[in-house]
């Protein structure tokens, strides 16, 4: 009876680890500064993030992010989504967060729609040159929980 309370115990604290440790990557990524650039296409000034030692070791790394999708117009597919640290109602887009708050997922399978947090595991790349795109972008991304 103790070991299978240890047990118990033992995969508990260990999946409490894992959804912090998922959380806790919005933390590190928000580590990042901007600078402005002159954009020859645009013909001013914009914001270019530049990336800390911190954020640039992570990427092509795997990494477990939880968060929730954004319903954004435009999706090509449940494959490819804006995934955001914070719910729909307080997202970058909605004006209640910064851009370093936000990420373009391309999942391996169809991730359905859910107003809920969920974990992704996908490999992260970094994005400090294309206007188009969001900064964080996470490839081959794959759902861990909801």
């Known amino acids: 009876m103790r070991y299978l309370l240890f047990t118990g115990l033992l995969l508990l604290t260990a999946g409490l680890f894992a959804q912090s440790a998922a959380a806790s990557t919005w933390q590190d ?3 990042v500064t901007y600078e402005k650039k002159y ?3 645009l013909g001013f000034k ?3 993030p530049v990336f800390g030692e911190d954020i640039r070791a992570m ?3 795997t990494i ?5 999708i954004v ?4 999706y ?3 494959n490819e989504f804006v995934f955001s640290a914070y719910p729909y109602n307080m997202c970058f887009f909605c004006g209640g967060a910064g ?7 391309t999942a391996t399978e169809p991730v359905k729609y859910s107003t809920s947090r969920i974990t992704l595991r996908g490999t992260l790349t970094l994005n400090d040159s294309n206007i188009n795109q969001l900064m964080y972008l996470l490839s081959d991304a794959e759902l861990v929980a909801k």
């Open 29 to 31: 990524l928000a580590k």
């Open 39 to 41: 954009d020859e296409l």
């Open 46 to 48: 914009v914001d270019v």
């Open 59 to 61: 990427e092509g790394k």
């Open 64 to 68: 477990e992010i939880s968060g929730y």
């Open 71 to 74: 319903p954004v117009e435009g």
């Open 76 to 78: 090509k597919s449940h």
């Open 99 to 105: 851009p370093e708050t936000v990420m373009e997922v």
